[in-house]
């Protein structure tokens, strides 16, 4: 409890891990199993939508060379908008539309705030292909349609994948601001702890939501390590992330 | 009394103008003491980075884990330390800037042309007269657009900070969320998200006029 000044710090981990020891806390619809297979549902859902609804468009855009400047003004934009303020943004807009507190305003919120990253980066990522590369495929006879999907495409794929890995990430982050507009997730041991002033709470979620963050980032760049050939690792490094 | 649709308020907007002030006032200041504290140990870091090659990789790796961590985690596990105060909001934000500041001030070291580094020497410039003098100066242009980054950032993350008691305009928003079936709390919500905006805009446009003058070289060479 907050109320604890001079009881020290170890006592405090003690209580921290006496939390995570009582398997009350553990099972249930408020327990942590269920509460991580809610984060993990809406951030899974919420990076799929976004990877369709932005990826393809990037990739064609940039192929075709259009709208370069709107793509770095959104970048700078993005970085601008407060996800807070987005999520609970979000909360009005959904009553209004009918689709309740909870799920759908946060899972808007969170397309609102992954699309745009996901979409520069992809789009960055097949516009910074070699030109000369390009060219021989032209030379070589391919079609269009081969130029993009057998050699643009293959060649961003690695800047594509971090893309789509950054944007997963920073879904993590923003899905624990959900337990503030009704959602469950991990983020309610927060806000709930924050409401009740339980710090052993407030700790222990940061704790689950901080490592659910950190596994989602090692997880998912050991896949892109695992698909994407040595030969083009090194382009992933110049991906735009932002934290949320 | 309200606009149509009943979504936003002018009068609330007209009648709290005072509060509106002081609450951007406080958002700022946030955003100057984090960065401010960001840059000093960044650029500490940075010279230890670029001093013993070796610190740079667990350096990154360390900065990356807290950029990595979600902003309402890394308060949350400062508040049973610090409390619901400043400091708890100020060493979140900190933490924040490090991972982009350091990136762009090696970056930008790394990038001063080696022949200049020798005609330095040359003159008789040595270790620390080197680096202030000639390198950092032209590392500039490099080392202000990840400051303009991590402004931009702060901005946005200062509004978290509402949730333990700060937040700048961030409150107008917290406020607003704990009132949103009215009229009342849509406004505030609105009005915190655009003002916040509308800051990480200035701020940015203000450090492209700080970047013009610090290194007026630059844009004399491009205007040549």
């Given at each position: 409890m907050v109320d604890e000044e001079g009881g020290g710090m170890i006592e405090f981990f003690g209580e921290v891990a006496a939390w995570f020891g009582d398997s009350a806390n553990w099972?249930?619809?408020?327990g942590i199993l269920n509460r991580l297979r809610e984060h993990i549902q809406i951030t899974a859902a919420a990076t799929a939508v976004s990877t369709i609804m932005a990826i393809p468009p990037a990739v064609w855009l940039a192929h075709r060379r259009i709208g370069g400047t709107l793509v770095v003004a959104v970048v700078n934009i993005g970085r601008a908008i407060p996800s807070f303020a987005i999520v609970v943004l979000f909360l009005p807009i959904s009553i209004r539309l009918g689709l309740?507190?909870?799920f759908w305003p946060t899972f808007l919120a969170l397309l609102f705030l992954a699309i745009p990253p996901m979409f520069t980066n992809a789009y960055t990522g097949v516009a910074g292909v070699d030109p000369d590369l390009v060219e021989a495929s032209r030379g070589m006879g391919m079609t269009d349609r081969e130029v993009l999907l057998k050699v643009e495409t293959p060649m961003a794929s690695p800047v594509i994948l971090a893309a789509v890995r950054v944007a997963a990430v920073q879904v993590v982050a923003t899905a624990t601001l959900g337990a503030l507009v009704g959602w469950g997730g991990l983020g309610r041991f927060i806000v709930d702890g924050f409401a009740v002033r339980d710090s052993v709470v407030v700790f222990a979620g940061a704790l689950l939501v901080a490592s659910l963050a950190i596994v989602t980032e090692v997880a998912l760049g050991a896949v892109e390590r695992r698909v994407v050939p040595s030969t083009l690792r090194?382009?992933?490094?110049h991906v735009e992330s932002i934290v949320a | 009394m309200q606009a149509a649709g009943g979504f936003f308020s002018w009068e609330w907007v007209v009648n709290h103008l005072d509060d509106i002030w002081d609450r951007t006032v406080q958002h700022l200041l946030l955003t100057a003491i984090a960065v401010g504290v960001g840059v000093v140990i960044s650029l500490a870091l940075s010279i230890i980075a670029l001093r013993f090659r070796w610190t740079y990789a667990p350096i990154t790796w360390f900065t990356g884990i807290l950029y990595t961590i979600p902003s309402l985690a890394l308060f949350a596990f400062l508040v049973p330390v610090t409390g619901l105060s400043v400091l708890t909001a100020e060493i979140g934000l900190v933490s924040y800037t490090l991972l982009i500041l350091i990136r762009n001030m090696v970056a930008g070291i790394d990038g001063v042309p080696p022949a200049t580094v020798e005609s330095a020497r040359g003159m008789g410039y040595t270790g620390r007269g080197l680096f202030f003098a000639v390198e950092l100066p032209l590392a500039l242009p490099v080392i202000i657009a990840g400051v303009r980054i991590a402004s931009v950032t702060t901005i946005g993350l200062v509004t978290i900070t509402a949730l333990i008691?700060?937040?700048?305009?961030g409150f107008f928003i917290l406020r607003g969320l704990n009132l949103f079936y009215s009229p009342i709390g849509t406004t505030q919500i609105i009005v915190g998200t655009v003002v916040s905006v509308a800051l990480a805009v200035a701020v940015d446009l203000a450090l492209v006029g700080v970047e013009r003058l610090a290194t007026p070289w630059s844009t004399r060479r491009a205007a040549a």
């Open positions: 099972f249930g619809t408020s309740g507190i909870g090194s382009r992933s490094e | 008691g700060q937040g700048g305009l």
